[in-house]
């Protein structure tokens, strides 16, 4: 029912304001609000920047290792590949140490549509926290982290 309410219209109980993890969701839906509003300026989706960040950072990889590293479906991990390639943004091309495979890398237009894509990126990220001062963004990010690396 939620869906067909308006932002205005949610009244949660006072309760669940103060429970983190649901301060933490309240939070998780404005960012992918804001994430995805901000990639779909240049066409893309947040799947289509987790790979080419990753092949930018991690390097190359074969789509078996590629979907093992970012924990994505072999089946969408395909059809976000032949998306970005499509655009051209990645290839596959021959492993040269295993002829018999391919490896997804990233291209020149690949990489300017990351810069792109960060761009949109670091503003999402300034907009989320903009109720906030530098000093308590760097403590949000360092609490974050812990919570998340201690579950």
Do not use: C
Request: aromatic content about 2%; proline content about 3%.
């Amino acid at each position: 029912m939620l869906g067909l309410m308006s932002e205005t219209e949610y009244d949660p109980p006072e309760r669940l304001q103060h429970l983190p993890s649901w301060l933490a969701g309240q939070m998780s839906r404005q960012a992918q609000r804001l994430v995805d509003e901000a990639l779909a300026h240049e066409g893309a989706r947040r799947q289509h920047f987790v790979v080419l960040t990753s092949l930018a950072e991690q390097g190359p990889a074969s789509q078996a290792a590629l979907g093992r590293r970012l924990w994505i479906d072999r089946s969408d991990l395909h059809a976000i590949l032949n998306e970005l390639e499509s655009d051209g943004l990645v290839a596959r091309v021959r492993d040269e140490a295993d002829r018999r495979r391919n490896v997804v890398a990233l291209t020149r237009a690949g990489r300017s549509a990351l810069a792109r894509l960060d761009k949109r990126m670091d503003a999402a990220q300034e907009t989320l926290l903009a109720p906030l001062s530098a000093r308590d963004r760097r403590e949000l990010r360092r609490l974050l982290a812990r919570v998340v690396q201690g579950a």
